[in-house]
């Protein structure tokens, strides 16, 4: 089960920009044994940081984090470009009852997606 995530992080100012621009958030940020982090914020439930140090290795393989964006995906999808990432997947169906998916490569070159039920 999960209860915690790290996107990782080149430059790290850039990424913070790039999240807090997307999702039109104020991150937190603070200094952790030798990593930056920012902080999703989250009243409750799963959370996660963007983090920058040694071993915080952006990348387009590996696990897929899907991003909640709300009730329309395209909202957060629409504003991708304009703040450094590129999308490769617009947004999709999944299923009647599963909601809608984006695929998109963030400001430091991770593959991400969204998710939204309408």
């Known amino acids: 089960m999960i209860n915690w995530f790290e996107i990782p992080a080149a430059n790290f100012e850039r990424a ?4 807090d621009q ?9 200094k952790m044994n030798g990593y930056s982090m920012a902080f999703f914020p989250a009243d409750q439930g799963i959370s996660g940081a963007i983090i920058c140090g040694e071993g915080a290795n952006p990348s387009q393989n590996g696990a897929l984090l899907y991003l909640n964006a709300g009730e329309d995906l395209n909202q957060v999808l629409s504003k991708v470009e304009d703040a450094g990432g590129k999308v490769i997947l617009g947004k999709q ?9 984006a695929l998109f490569i963030d400001s ?6 969204l998710h939204s039920t309408a």
């Not at 997307?22 to 603070?30: G, S, V, Y």
């Not at 169906?93 to 998916?101: E, Y």
């Not at 430091?108 to 997606?113: I, Q, V």
């Open 108 to 113: 430091e070159g991770n593959k991400m997606a």
């Open 16 to 19: 913070v920009s790039f999240y």
């Open 22 to 30: 997307i999702f039109q958030i104020q991150m937190e940020t603070d």
């Open 93 to 101: 169906k999944i299923s009647k009852d599963g909601g809608f998916f």
